[in-house]
Each structure stands twice: as C-alpha cells, then as structure tokens.
C-alpha cells in the first residue's frame, strides 16, 4: 500500500485501516499543499501478516524443515534474537524497540519451495517483508528486502 499525498487532520495519530502512521514521520514529512495542510511520504506500520500453513509444509521435507528451525535463533551481524515454535517466531531480544519488543510475534514461515522456506519477517523499519531461509546444519540465512544475513544457536 503506498499513499502519496493524505490531508493532516492530527499530527498526534492517524490511523487508516490496519495501519498507523508515525507521528514523527509526519511531522518530517509535513507541507503546505494549496493552501491545505498536508504530509508526503510517510513509513507505514502494516499488521503483521497471518501466519496460516502454505504448500509444501505439510510434505515430509517442510516438515522436516520446520522441526530444524525450532528454538532459539540469534543473528549477530543485527542483534536479535527469537524463539521459534512450529511456523511462528517471537522475539527474545529486540534491535528496534520502536516496532517491536520481547514476546512480539516477528516471524512466520508459510511455505516451502525448492528446498526453502518462504514467509515474512518484520523489519527495523516497522514493515513486514517477505524472506527465504536456507536451513543450514547449525544456521540460517535469511534473505530478504535485499538484505542477507545468518542467525546462529545461542
């Protein structure tokens, strides 16, 4: 979803549907358009996405991956850290308290494809971006939003 132009009506919150926008990104992105008051490009905090079974998981190599990635993950290039239990993943540490905090649901896996598991991570930026693990002997590697990285056993 993204929302080009929408006329302030409180710089305190504005919440449109399932998303909420951020009062200091207003206030950073606020012009006077034409005589009305009104605010550009804003980051968007979207709900997170509903972490129901895909394809592929119920096939003996998801399951087989899905029993690999339970537990706790840490990343240390990002440090953050979850628990990850059956297809959902919640936070344990937290590196962008603004979006999220320990206990938050941060992760979930929906599917399973060519050998990778495919689901949506939230990011520091408060958005949720679709993301490919590699399920390794000892790691993982995410992929996602153009980003990389490994996350290890504690």
């Known amino acids: 979803m993204s929302l080009k132009r929408i006329t302030a009506v409180s710089l305190q ?7 909420a926008f951020q009062p200091h990104a207003m206030a ?9 008051q009104t605010f550009g490009p804003v980051v968007l905090i979207g709900t997170a996405p509903q972490c129901k079974p895909g394809s592929g998981l119920e096939t003996r190599k998801g399951k087989d991956l899905l029993k690999a990635i339970q537990g706790e993950w ?3 290039q ?5 628990n990850v239990q059956f297809q959902k993943g919640t936070a344990t540490l937290t590196n962008a308290p603004k979006f999220y905090n320990v206990g938050d649901y941060i992760f979930c896996i929906n599917a399973v494809k060519d050998g990778y598991l495919h689901g949506q991570q939230i990011f520091t930026d408060g958005n949720w971006y679709d993301i490919v693990v590699e399920v390794g002997d000892k ?4 992929e996602g939003a153009d980003l990389t990285w490994q996350m290890v056993r504690p």
Do not use: E, Q, W
């Not at 990002?78 to 979850?82: E, F, G, I, N």
């Not at 790691?139 to 995410?142: Q, T």
């Open 28 to 36: 950073r992105n606020f012009k006077t358009v034409g005589g009305n």
């Open 139 to 142: 790691d993982l590697i995410i």
């Open 78 to 82: 990002y440090v953050y850290s979850m």
């Open 13 to 19: 919150a504005c919440v449109i549907g399932a998303f």
């Open 74 to 76: 840490y990343s240390p």
